[in-house]
């Protein structure tokens, strides 16, 4: 039963978030999230956010490199 109220308090949460941010493009939304990280030292942090921040810049770095090739 904990786990069912914890699943629909978190989704209640987010919806807000997703409603804000919706219209935005990934790559966008990607930034964004990036500048958190970085504001809040994330790629310092445990082990799983160095992964996840770096996973995070591979991505973005390739979605340029997508949107380079597309326009040469």
Known sequence: ???V???SVQ???RAPLRA???DLPT???KEILLQR???ENY???HEDHKMAYEALQKSII???SEKFEATS
């Open 1 to 3: 039963m904990k786990e």
């Open 5 to 7: 109220v914890t699943a």
């Open 11 to 13: 989704h209640a949460m």
């Open 20 to 22: 804000r941010f919706k």
């Open 27 to 29: 790559s966008d939304m």
């Open 37 to 39: 990280m970085l504001e």
């Open 43 to 45: 790629d310092k942090g």
């Open 62 to 64: 390739r979605d340029e």
